[in-house]
C-alpha cells in the first residue's frame, strides 16, 4: 500500500469522523497519535524481562558456588518467573506478527 493510498483512507475516515461524531468527540489525527508509546512500552516489558533472567541467573551461580545467603526456594521462584515472563512475552510476540500477517493480508 503506497502513502497516497495510505492518505487517502485518513481523508476519508476523518470525513466519516466528521460526518458521524458529534463536535466534541476527539478527531483522528495522525499527528496527534503517540507513535512511540507502544514501542517504549514493549521496550521496557523486554527490558524487565531480561533484567528478570539475568537476577535469576546471578542467583542461581550464587546459590551454585555455595553462597549460603542464597536460599534454593528464592533462586527456583526467580527462574520460575524469568521463565514465564519470558514465555508471556513470546506469546505477546506471536499476536503481534499473527495479527500483522492478518492486517497484510486483508483487501483494501
Do not use: C, W
Not at 485518513?10 to 499527528?31: G, T
Not at 555455595?66 to 534454593?72: F, P, Y
Amino acid at each position: 500500500m503506497s502513502s497516497i493510498e495510505i492518505n487517502r483512507v485518513l481523508s476519508e475516515m476523518r470525513a466519516l469522523q466528521a460526518r458521524v461524531a458529534p463536535p466534541s468527540a476527539p478527531r483522528i489525527d495522525s499527528q496527534a497519535a503517540p507513535v512511540s508509546d507502544f514501542a517504549a512500552l514493549m521496550k521496557s516489558s523486554i527490558g524487565k524481562v531480561a533484567s528478570m533472567q539475568n537476577e535469576a541467573q546471578s542467583l542461581s551461580v550464587a546459590y551454585e558456588a555455595g553462597d549460603k545467603s542464597v536460599d534454593l526456594t528464592k533462586v527456583m521462584l526467580e527462574v520460575q518467573k524469568a521463565q514465564l515472563a519470558f514465555r508471556a512475552m513470546t506469546e505477546v510476540r506471536n499476536k503481534l506478527i499473527d495479527a500483522y500477517h492478518e492486517v497484510m493480508n486483508m483487501q483494501v
